[in-house]
């Protein structure tokens, strides 16, 4: 009777660990994706800039001001995909 308690004691701890791995790989999984979002951001918010400096199309405060708000809407989707 004690070895079945202790075997199936055995097979819940053991159940409640692959559960939290299995959590584990998920939020990490998520984190990267969301770091992934906000560097692509990044480098898309400098191109962006860059071609509104170059062409001339704003004023440099307007561009950087867009540069901003795009950086700000991928910190958002990486929230989004993170939480």
Same mark, same amino acid.
């Given at each position: 009777?004690?070895?079945?308690?202790?075997?199936?004691?055995?097979?819940?701890?053991?159940?409640?660990?692959?559960?939290?791995?299995?959590?584990?790989?998920?939020?990490?999984?998520? @984190?990267?994706?969301? *770091?992934?979002?906000? /560097? %692509?951001? &990044? #480098?898309? =918010? $400098?191109?962006? +800039?860059?071609?509104?400096?170059?062409?001339?199309?704003?004023?440099?405060?307007?561009? @950087?001001?867009?540069? *901003?708000?795009?950086? /700000? %809407?991928? &910190? #958002?989707? =990486? $929230?989004?995909? +993170?939480?």
């Amino acid at each position: 009777m004690k070895s079945h308690i202790a075997v199936f004691t055995g097979l819940i701890l053991l159940a409640g660990g692959l559960i939290t791995t299995a959590q584990a790989t998920e939020q990490a999984h998520q @984190r990267r994706e969301a *770091r992934d979002t906000r /560097q %692509d951001t &990044r #480098q898309d =918010a $400098r191109q962006e +800039k860059r071609e509104c400096v170059v062409g001339n199309d704003k004023s440099n405060h307007e561009c @950087r001001q867009d540069k *901003r708000q795009s950086k /700000q %809407d991928g &910190r #958002q989707e =990486a $929230r989004d995909i +993170k939480y």
